[in-house]
């Protein structure tokens, strides 16, 4: 079946400090792959999406690639904010089916 | 476009009482998915609809759930004798087809007493 691992949190950064969170998952199939965030009060908001292997989802500076062979779909950010500070949950979505990992909580110090 | 809305944001009632909550979709979104999410978890995968069909139900937690979406457009998912393992937050998600972006709405939380 369909699942998603993902960097267990929580993960302290300081401001302008480099920003990896790992997924992985496993399919059946060719799924498309998100970042979802939640910020403190609010509700899921996707952050970025590919389609296909090889592809790149930006969006606000963070960035992830579709790694067909490593199974993965690591969200990376070169500097990271005081305001990305949030729940990051990476997500795969079949035709039929949707798996979401467990979220990494992000805190940016200044 | 005014986003995906649910109602109520809270409920509380007690433990055996039946609660029903609602969602509405973004107008043109032909999918509809229901979620639960409990504290430092993600969202986890319930049930969706295309238009009106539920095109998947295993996922349900179990016989007390149930959801419909009799028109093709809001739905309801009702818990029936609810246990206190049932609190958590609801979600519900629009998107125009399978495998496309979903947008969520704020969640229903609710706790059993």
């Known amino acids: 079946g369909n699942s998603v691992t993902q960097m267990e949190g929580p993960v302290t950064l300081s401001e302008e400090a480099f920003l990896t969170i790992n997924c992985t998952y496993t399919?059946?199939?060719?799924?498309?792959l998100f970042w979802y965030v939640q910020y403190p009060g609010e509700g899921l908001q996707l952050l970025l999406k590919a389609t296909k292997a090889d592809d790149k989802g930006s969006n606000k500076g963070f960035e992830a690639t579709y790694r067909k062979e490593t199974t993965s779909f690591h969200l990376e950010k070169g500097s990271v904010q005081v305001s990305d500070s949030a729940v990051y949950f990476c997500a795969l979505c079949s035709e039929d089916d949707m798996r979401f990992g467990a979220g990494t909580r992000l805190t940016v110090k200044p | 476009d005014t986003g995906v809305s649910q109602n109520p944001r809270h409920k509380i009632t007690k433990r055996g009482q039946n609660v029903t909550f609602r969602c509405d979709p973004i107008s043109e979104h032909n999918r509809l998915y229901w979620y639960r999410q409990t504290l430092g978890q993600g969202p986890e995968f319930l049930t969706y609809?295309?238009?009106?069909?539920?095109?998947?139900k295993s996922r349900l937690l179990s016989d007390r759930f149930s959801a419909e979406r009799p028109k093709g457009s809001f739905s309801t998912l009702e818990i029936q004798r609810t246990e206190q393992g049932d609190s958590a937050m609801y979600l519900c998600a629009s998107s125009l087809w399978g495998r496309d972006i979903q947008y969520f709405g704020a969640g229903t939380r609710l706790s059993v007493l």
């Open positions: 399919a059946t199939g060719y799924p498309s």
């Open positions: 609809f295309q238009n009106e069909a539920q095109l998947e």
